[in-house]
T-cell receptor
């Protein structure tokens, strides 16, 4: 079955510290991969996506993610976290081809940032 | 418009009432999606439109849920005889392309439905 696993439900980091949020997927073939961020009362905002090419992708707000096919992972990283990064982060996958256009989502990781 | 808009932002319904949730996608976007997000969960797919055609409704949880996009832009998600388990945030997303390829989806702020 297709699924996305975000192993960490909640993470707390200090401002200025580095961050890595984990995402693993189970899919029939290599999917398209996305990271979204959701702040309270806000919609989901795209941070970055991987379709093809360089497996290290850069996104907005200083985030990057690395696709590792052998590990079925797409972990999100940021070298120095800011207090404004506190939010819920979701990893999602979608089919590369066919009429199945839906995204399959993880349960999310809630990030808290200590001053 | 600049982004996807949804109305109302909050809706409280008594059990058994019918509700209608509206989504205005980004102008010109071909594809439109509805997702349901329960508290503490990730979004769950409900249905997908390409223009006015509903190509996938596999995620609709019951026949009480109905969605339409009659002119290929604005969409309405209707829930009949609401139940407490329908309480969730309903998210609408649009993407610029149709066809057989997943594309970036742009999300609205959601409608928070509470069924008492």
């Amino acid at each position: 079955a297709q699924s996305v696993t975000q192993p960490d439900i909640h993470i707390t980091v200090s401002e200025g510290a580095s961050l890595e949020l984990r995402c693993n997927y189970s899919y029939g073939a290599t999917p398209y991969l996305f990271w979204y961020v959701q702040s309270p009362g806000q919609g989901l905002q795209l941070l970055l996506k991987y379709f093809s090419g360089d497996t290290l992708v850069q996104g907005i707000k200083g985030f990057e993610a690395e696709f590792k096919r052998s590990q079925s992972s797409f972990n999100l990283r940021k070298p120095s976290v800011h207090w404004s990064d506190a939010a819920e982060y979701f990893c999602a996958v979608g089919a590369r081809a066919g009429n199945n256009r839906k995204l399959i989502w993880g349960l999310g990781t809630s990030l808290a940032v200590n001053p | 418009g600049a982004g996807v808009s949804q109305s109302p932002r909050y809706k409280v319904a008594k059990r058994g009432q019918d509700v209608a949730l509206r989504c205005d996608p980004i102008s010109g976007h071909v594809s439109l999606f509805w997702y349901q997000q329960a508290l503490g969960q990730g979004p769950e797919f409900l249905t997908y439109f390409q223009n006015e055609a509903q190509l996938d409704k596999s995620g609709l949880p019951s026949d009480r849920f109905f969605a339409e996009r009659p002119e290929g832009s604005v969409s309405t998600l209707k829930i009949q005889r609401t139940q407490q388990e329908d309480s969730a945030v309903y998210l609408c997303a649009s993407s610029p392309t149709g066809g057989a390829r997943t594309d970036t989806q742009y999300f609205g702020p959601g409608t928070r439905l509470t069924v008492l």
